[in-house]
């Protein structure tokens, strides 16, 4: 029997959680913040895009239409990142995550042989982060979705062990995602900030979990990076000249980089056929996934039509279509 195909990038918008933080202190600096990172150009574009996709964002039935026109079975349904709010107190940012997991929770229950969900976690308060997943989990979903980093922290910082630690302990999803870069107004024209930001922040997030030991401590982790991981797989070589090169970079990890790319598991939205077979290659068949980043135009609409112009094996087709994900599911 063929496995189902899973699409694991797919995101809901929750007004619920527009609504809470609305008026708050912090949001008014929050969205200036991101409209000199992106530029007034990308923020034109941005809402009428959303409100194209509006329905297929927030409406189950627009959704699993959607879905069947594309051939997908199961979608792993995350918030939109604009959610994080990373900016939030501790009250707020505990109010954020716990309506997010409960209204993404209640999404996916609409249609749960077809909707898998994630929850969030607060990376800006890293005490709350297990509560988060925790609670994520108790709502009967499969983990939560990060950002690349937190105002002031990196995804290396000790203070997160915990959370690592209660991840790799229930066989939680952690998918990274990120949310703007740190690039700033270098990146603030022809929507740059997207298109060599997310790449970059994959990168450097990743960096940070293979170089600071996260992984060597954590090898139970199951990671799931979104845009097939940036920059850094098709570049791993870079890192792994620096860690037998320097000391420097050696000094946190005890294997050379590339080797940990077989610790993560990576969507296949990188929108070209022959990066698609380099990640494949450079990761293993059995760490990539289908992804599509339901419905925004940073996606693909037809997901399966883009892994197969890849011309994989059929074994290989077939695990990144569905078989990995399947595998991913199951609690070990």
Same mark, same amino acid.
């Given at each position: 029997?063929?496995?189902?195909?899973?699409?694991?990038?797919?995101?809901?918008?929750?007004?619920?959680?527009?609504?809470?933080?609305?008026?708050?202190?912090?949001?008014?600096?929050?969205?200036?913040?991101?409209?000199?990172?992106?530029?007034?150009?990308?923020?034109?574009?941005?809402?009428?895009?959303?409100?194209?996709?509006?329905?297929?964002?927030?409406?189950?039935?627009?959704?699993?239409?959607?879905?069947?026109?594309?051939?997908?079975?199961?979608?792993?349904?995350?918030?939109?990142?604009?959610?994080?709010?990373?900016?939030?107190?501790?009250?707020?940012?505990?109010?954020?995550?716990? =309506?997010?997991?409960? %209204?993404?929770?209640?999404?996916? $229950?609409? /249609?749960? *042989?077809?909707?898998?969900?994630?929850? #969030?976690? +607060?990376?800006?308060?890293?005490?709350?982060?297990?509560?988060?997943?925790?609670?994520?989990?108790?709502?009967?979903?499969?983990?939560?979705?990060?950002?690349?980093?937190?105002?002031?922290?990196? =995804?290396?910082?000790? %203070?997160?062990?915990?959370?690592? $630690?209660? /991840?790799? *302990?229930?066989?939680?999803?952690?998918? #990274?995602? +990120?949310?703007?870069?740190?690039?700033?107004?270098?990146?603030?024209?022809?929507?740059?900030?997207?298109?060599?930001?997310?790449?970059?922040?994959?990168?450097?997030?990743?960096?940070?979990?293979?170089?600071?030991?996260?992984?060597?401590?954590?090898?139970?982790?199951?990671?799931?990076?979104?845009?097939?991981?940036?920059? #850094?797989?098709?570049?791993?070589?870079?890192?792994?000249?620096?860690?037998?090169?320097?000391?420097?970079?050696?000094?946190?990890?005890?294997?050379?980089?590339?080797?940990?790319?077989?610790?993560?598991?990576?969507?296949?939205?990188?929108?070209?056929?022959?990066?698609?077979?380099?990640?494949?290659?450079?990761?293993?068949?059995?760490?990539?996934?289908?992804?599509?980043?339901?419905?925004?135009?940073?996606?693909?609409?037809?997901?399966?039509?883009?892994?197969?112009?890849?011309?994989?094996?059929?074994?290989?087709?077939?695990?990144?279509?569905?078989?990995?994900?399947?595998?991913?599911?199951?609690?070990?």
């Amino acid at each position: 029997m063929t496995p189902p195909t899973v699409d694991v990038h797919a995101h809901v918008l929750l007004h619920e959680v527009e609504a809470l933080v609305e008026g708050l202190p912090g949001l008014v600096d929050a969205r200036a913040l991101d409209a000199r990172r992106n530029g007034p150009a990308a923020l034109a574009v941005n809402g009428p895009m959303i409100s194209e996709r509006l329905l297929r964002l927030t409406d189950v039935a627009a959704r699993l239409a959607a879905m069947d026109a594309q051939g997908v079975d199961v979608q792993l349904v995350s918030p939109s990142p604009s959610h994080y709010h990373y900016w939030a107190d501790e009250e707020t940012a505990e109010k954020v995550y716990r =309506l997010a997991n409960e %209204a993404t929770a209640a999404h996916c $229950s609409l /249609a749960p *042989d077809r909707l898998r969900g994630l929850g #969030l976690a +607060p990376l800006q308060h890293p005490e709350q982060a297990v509560g988060a997943l925790q609670h994520a989990l108790e709502q009967g979903m499969l983990g939560v979705e990060i950002s690349s980093h937190a105002p002031g922290r990196e =995804l290396s910082d000790p %203070a997160y062990e915990p959370f690592w $630690s209660r /991840a790799e *302990d229930t066989g939680a999803i952690v998918f #990274l995602h +990120p949310f703007g870069c740190t690039l700033d107004e270098r990146l603030d024209h022809w929507y740059l900030s997207n298109t060599v930001g997310q790449p970059t922040e994959n990168a450097v997030a990743l960096s940070h979990l293979i170089f600071s030991g996260v992984l060597d401590r954590h090898p139970g982790l199951k990671i799931v990076v979104a845009h097939g991981g940036g920059y #850094l797989p098709t570049h791993i070589g870079r890192s792994d000249h620096a860690w037998s090169a320097r000391s420097d970079a050696r000094a946190g990890c005890a294997h050379p980089p590339s080797s940990y790319l077989g610790r993560l598991y990576f969507d296949s939205l990188v929108h070209d056929p022959y990066v698609l077979r380099e990640l494949v290659r450079a990761a293993g068949a059995d760490r990539v996934l289908l992804g599509s980043d339901f419905p925004f135009d940073m996606g693909t609409e037809d997901p399966v039509g883009a892994l197969r112009a890849a011309h994989l094996s059929d074994a290989d087709f077939h695990a990144v279509r569905g078989g990995n994900a399947a595998a991913l599911f199951r609690k070990d």
